[in-house]
């Protein structure tokens, strides 16, 4: 199993230059997920309530996210731009 994880985010008004806005925990940490599968299922569940299927089998795609609602989901890599920053060094700025 990958040791990877991912988290969702989204472009303030939709312009990139304006840098990524995170889903955050409870703990206005970034949240984070095992799969993509696990990023799309909380966003289904978050979104789109009350629009699922009878049987509760449904998804929101990767490309309906970006396309419709401008949220995507990436590695949480360093090479997709995004460092934590420790809680002290927040606070003191």
Not at 19 to 30: A, N, S, T
Not at 34 to 60: M, P, Y
Not at 74 to 92: H, L, S
């Amino acid at each position: 199993m990958s040791d990877v994880k991912y988290r969702i985010f989204r472009y303030p008004n939709g312009i990139s230059l304006n840098g990524k806005e995170f889903i955050c925990d409870e703990d206005q940490e970034v949240k984070l997920f095992d799969t993509v599968l696990d990023a799309s299922r909380w966003l289904t569940e978050n979104i789109e309530q009350g629009k699922h299927s009878k049987n509760g089998i449904f998804l929101l795609s990767e490309e309906t996210l970006e396309e419709e609602y401008g949220i995507y989901i990436e590695a949480d890599i360093a090479e997709n731009g995004y460092m934590p920053i420790e809680r002290e060094e927040a606070n003191a700025e």
